[in-house]
T-cell receptor, first 112, second 111 residues
Framework: QQQVKQSPQSLIVQKGGISIINCAYE??????FPWYQQFPGKGPALLIA?????SEKKEGRFTISFNKSAKQFSLHIMDSQPGDSATYFCAASRYNFNKFYFGSGTKLNVKP | DAGVTQSPTHLIKTRGQQVTLRCSPKSGHDTVSWYQQALGQGPQFIFQ???????QRGNFPDRFSGHQFPNYSSELNVNALLLGDSALYLC??????????FGPGTRLTVT
C-alpha cells in the first residue's frame, strides 16, 4: 500500500505562473511533511517542511498548505521560473524517526 | 561545511556480484539513512543507522546490509546483485530530530 500519493505526474507552467503539486497520505501517525526538489543526476534537496500544528507555511516563493482532516498537503510555487524546472517529491514521516515515505514525484517544466 | 558525500559516483556490476557503497554524513549529523531510487520513482527507505546500530529497516531483503562507523560514516552492502537492483542509491543524514539532508547518490548499474 502506497503511503503517500502524489499528483500530477508532470506539470507544465508558464514563467510567472503558479505551480501546484498535491499529496495525500494514509498514516495519521505522520507528523512531518517535507518537500524535496531534485535536479537530474543530483540528490533530493530539502525545500520546505511543515508540521501538522499549522495549516500553512511560506518560505519565499514556496508555500505548503496542509489539511489535517483530509490528510492532504500541497506545494505552491509562486512566480514560477525556468530555474524551478525539476522533479518535486513530497514525503511524510513520524518526526524524530526520519523514515521517510516519498511520493512518486512530479516533473515540473516552467516554460520561458 | 561539506554536505553529505557519497562514493563512488557511478558503478557497474554483474549479476551475482557484491557491491559496497560509502557515505559520509554532514558535519554534526549522527544518523544515516539509505534509500533506493529507481528511475522515475521516489526514493524508498532501505534502513537507518544510529550509534553504529541498525535502528529501522524498510521492506528490503537481507541481501541489503549496512554498517556505521564510530565517525558516523556508513556503508551499504548488497550481495548477490540482481538486475532489479539497478538504481540510484541515496544516503541521507540528520542529527536526530532535525531535517534530513541527502547526498548526490551512487548510480548502480547491474548487467
Amino acid at each position: 500500500q502506497q503511503q503517500v500519493k502524489q499528483s500530477p505526474q508532470s506539470l507544465i507552467v508558464q514563467k510567472g505562473g503558479i505551480s501546484i503539486i498535491n499529496c495525500a497520505y494514509e498514516n495519521t501517525a505522520f507528523d512531518y511533511f517535507p518537500w524535496y526538489q531534485q535536479f537530474p543526476g543530483k540528490g533530493p534537496a530539502l525545500l520546505i517542511a511543515i508540521r501538522p500544528d499549522v495549516s500553512e507555511k511560506k518560505e519565499g516563493r514556496f508555500t505548503i498548505s496542509f489539511n489535517k482532516s483530509a490528510k492532504q498537503f500541497s506545494l505552491h510555487i509562486m512566480d514560477s521560473q525556468p530555474g524551478d524546472s525539476a522533479t518535486y517529491f513530497c514525503a511524510a514521516s513520524r518526526y524524530n524517526f526520519n523514515k521517510f515515505y516519498f511520493g512518486s514525484g512530479t516533473k515540473l517544466n516552467v516554460k520561458p | 561545511d561539506a554536505g553529505v558525500t557519497q562514493s563512488p559516483t557511478h558503478l557497474i556490476k554483474t549479476r551475482g556480484q557484491q557491491v559496497t557503497l560509502r557515505c559520509s554524513p554532514k558535519s554534526g549529523h549522527d544518523t544515516v539513512s539509505w534509500y533506493q531510487q529507481a528511475l522515475g520513482q521516489g526514493p524508498q527507505f532501505i534502513f537507518q543507522y544510529y550509534e553504529e546500530e541498525e535502528r529501522q529497516r524498510g521492506n528490503f531483503p537481507d541481501r541489503f546490509s549496512g554498517h556505521q562507523f564510530p565517525n558516523y560514516s556508513s556503508e551499504l552492502n548488497v550481495n548477490a546483485l540482481l538486475l532489479g537492483d539497478s538504481a540510484l542509491y541515496l544516503c541521507a543524514s540528520t542529527r536526530t530530530g532535525n531535517e534530513q539532508y541527502f547526498g548526490p547518490g551512487t548510480r548502480l548499474t547491474v548487467t
